[in-house]
């Protein structure tokens, strides 16, 4: 993973109180950390980076689009994702980001690198199950849909040809099944 200057936030030369930062992520953002589930993506985020004398504190928010493959049909569609998190950044010792709400800094570090805490926040806006909304709605159009409803009409024809063409010996057993 590279890393890229686009995402480096030099916070030295900041003043004090909040600064806005907007990025536009899409797919190759997401092909540098090797992540290939998503086929696209359209997600504009909204970083506010508040300054204080010891400590700073960074607000995230991302709404967006990523194109995913359904879970039932395979059918890819725009999933709409949103989400937020908040970071507050320290300085201390040494750098320490095992707590996820909080980064510590080594004291003489001039600037901080968000595109990790980006990327984790869109991957984990994104549901476990992905379904098509067409799918909740009955207007998804698909071939392999036309294909199963073409089979299901054959199958259903059938057997009413098979209830139809029953041995006459069965029909003195059913109707004894039937008078009880």
Same mark, same amino acid.
């Given at each position: 993973?590279?890393?890229?200057?686009?995402?480096?936030?030099?916070?030295?030369?900041? !003043?004090?109180?909040?600064?806005?930062?907007?990025?536009? $992520?899409?797919?190759?953002?997401? #092909? *540098?950390? &090797?992540? *290939?589930?998503?086929? *696209?993506?359209?997600? !504009?985020?909204?970083?506010?980076?508040? %300054? !204080?004398?010891?400590?700073?504190?960074?607000?995230? %928010?991302?709404?967006?689009?990523?194109?995913?493959?359904? +879970?039932?049909?395979?059918?890819?569609?725009?999933?709409?994702?949103?989400? %937020?998190?908040?970071? =507050?950044?320290?300085?201390?010792?040494?750098?320490?980001?095992?707590?996820?709400?909080?980064? =510590?800094?080594?004291?003489? #570090?001039?600037?901080?690198?968000? !595109?990790?805490? $980006?990327?984790?926040? $869109?991957? /984990?806006?994104?549901?476990?199950?992905?379904?098509?909304?067409? $799918?909740? +709605?009955?207007?998804?159009?698909?071939?392999?849909?036309?294909?199963?409803?073409? /089979?299901?009409?054959?199958?259903?024809?059938?057997?009413?040809? #098979?209830? #139809?063409?029953? &041995?006459?010996?069965?029909? %003195?057993?059913?109707?004894?099944?039937? &008078?009880?």
């Amino acid at each position: 993973m590279k890393q890229l200057s686009e995402f480096l936030i030099p916070f030295i030369g900041l !003043k004090l109180g909040k600064h806005q930062f907007e990025y536009q $992520i899409n797919k190759a953002f997401f #092909e *540098d950390f &090797d992540y *290939d589930e998503f086929e *696209d993506s359209d997600i !504009k985020v909204n970083v506010v980076l508040e %300054k !204080k004398s010891t400590m700073m504190e960074l607000a995230f %928010k991302h709404k967006g689009t990523v194109n995913v493959p359904c +879970d039932l049909t395979g059918e890819l569609f725009d999933l709409p994702v949103k989400g %937020k998190i908040k970071v =507050v950044v320290q300085f201390g010792e040494q750098f320490n980001n095992d707590n996820e709400e909080l980064l =510590v800094l080594p004291h003489g #570090e001039h600037q901080l690198d968000i !595109k990790q805490y $980006i990327y984790e926040m $869109i991957v /984990l806006s994104v549901p476990l199950k992905k379904t098509h909304p067409g $799918i909740k +709605d009955g207007t998804l159009q698909t071939p392999a849909l036309d294909k199963l409803k073409e /089979l299901t009409v054959q199958s259903q024809k059938q057997s009413i040809k #098979e209830e #139809e063409e029953t &041995d006459p010996r069965w029909d %003195k057993l059913k109707k004894l099944l039937t &008078d009880k």
